[in-house]
């Protein structure tokens, strides 16, 4: 089980200090590679794990936390509890120990390190498939995205959208999920809340300005939703569209917005994502805009609405 391996090369290196790779892949029984990846894991999670090379190099913690579980820092606990158990052992039955474990400690926490706890379970989520599929490159931008969600500090971000334009954001960053290949960012917006890939981030600037998160707010609540509300909807699309447009689309069944945002080249107008069924509906509801909406992408649905309009044009003007 991942989680159990990672606790035990971090009381391996918490016990005995400095280890090389070779020798942790022999004592978890894993590869040199796998070691190595799960430093990265480590390190992303918190755990200030590092390598040295050349001579005397190895794996190491930072000395100021080569500290017993009685002396868990903050920090440390919001590590440990993103450690999550892969689908795999649970479907084996293998994940009921690791669970218990994480369930004592838990109970045994003083209070202040509670709240550090809880407070992993509304910031980071780990999706099983992360670690059947997981880059050992981190994206741009997640340490810093990181320090954000834990101190609640508002970020400015850049966003570019798969037509090409460019939109900045001031975002209040809720949650980062880690998901297949990919992290995305769960924020709130105005009164809404949006997800961005941080692989279509193309700037950020964290603020100095506190944001309060809304108390009622469950990260696995919300994620469970947002992706029943995506499954169903097949075909992508991309449109500027205008006040009337886009209350017709957000009041259709057969597309789902995703997102809006003011399109600088048509005052008044709007860059819309949404996602439809089909390529047949998102086609119909297009052709019922008429000329309140402007196909941008995809490339197939716009030359079909160019093709279509040029026909009836042909016909009317015989």
């Not at 597309?255 to 107008?269: A, Q, Y």
């Not at 052709?287 to 026909?311: N, Y």
Request: overall charge neutral; glycine content about 8%.
């Amino acid at each position: 089980m991942r989680a159990d391996r990672l606790l035990k090369m971090m009381f391996i290196l918490q016990s005995r200090g400095r280890q090389t790779a070779r020798s942790l892949a022999e004592e978890l029984e894993v590869s040199v590679r796998t070691v190595y990846r799960d430093v990265t894991a480590l390190n992303t999670a918190g755990v200030p794990v590092y390598t040295e090379k050349g001579p005397g190099g190895g794996i190491l913690l930072i000395e100021e936390y080569r500290t017993s579980l009685t002396g868990l820092s903050p920090g440390e606990v919001q590590a440990l509890f993103m450690l999550n158990i892969p689908a795999a052992a649970a479907s084996l039955g293998m994940s009921g120990e690791v669970k218990a474990a994480m369930l004592k400690l838990s109970a045994a926490l003083p209070g202040y390190l509670q709240k550090a706890e809880t407070g992993v379970r509304q910031r980071v989520m780990i999706d099983a498939d992360w670690q059947r599929g997981a880059s050992d490159r981190s994206p741009g931008f997640l340490r810093e995205l990181y320090q954000a969600v834990w101190n609640d500090h508002k970020v400015r971000i850049e966003v570019e959208y798969i037509f090409g334009y460019r939109a900045r954001h001031l975002v209040e960053p809720y949650s980062l999920i880690a998901l297949r290949r990919e992290w995305h960012l769960v924020c709130r917006v105005g009164d809404r809340y949006k997800v961005f890939s941080l692989e279509d981030i193309r700037s950020l600037e964290v603020t100095n300005e506190k944001f309060f998160r809304d108390a009622g707010f469950d990260l696995s609540a919300f994620w469970k939703s947002w992706n029943a509300h995506q499954d169903g909807y097949e075909y992508m699309v991309w449109l500027s569209t205008n006040e009337k447009g886009l209350a017709h689309l957000q009041q259709a069944d057969t597309c789902s917005v995703l997102g809006i945002d003011p399109d600088p080249s048509r005052e008044g107008w709007f860059l819309v994502s949404a996602r439809f069924f089909s390529f047949g509906e998102a086609r119909r509801t297009v052709m019922d805009l008429g000329s309140a909406a402007l196909v941008l992408e995809p490339e197939a649905l716009r030359r079909t609405i160019e093709d279509l309009a040029s026909q009836i044009l042909d016909l009317y003007q015989k």
